[in-house]
């Protein structure tokens, strides 16, 4: 499971066989990483999800987006015609 969380966010997400069956979650809470991916994709705003999960910081939010956004973005340059 540990190979599941990059390296930088090894201090923010977690997933651990024990716990939520394996689920990607933030360090500390119960609270599912993909919760956070719902809200966002959904149109919810980023305010409205830190008030449902008042665990997670907007930092730890932040750099959870922020990552992806990154991964996204060299997966689709790489994509790219020369």
């Known amino acids: 499971m540990a190979g599941m969380i990059p390296k930088e966010l090894e201090s923010i997400l977690v997933a651990t066989p024990d716990t939520l069956p394996g689920a990607v979650r933030f360090r500390g809470t119960r609270i599912h990483a993909q919760i956070l991916f719902d ?3 959904t149109g919810e705003p ?3 999800y830190l008030d449902n999960y008042p665990e997670v910081s907007r930092e730890q939010a932040l ?3 922020e990552w992806e ?3 996204m973005g060299r997966k689709l340059q790489l994509g790219k015609a020369s």
């Open 39 to 41: 809200y966002v994709l």
């Open 46 to 48: 980023l305010d409205e």
């Open 63 to 65: 750099a959870v987006l």
């Open 69 to 71: 956004r990154k991964r």
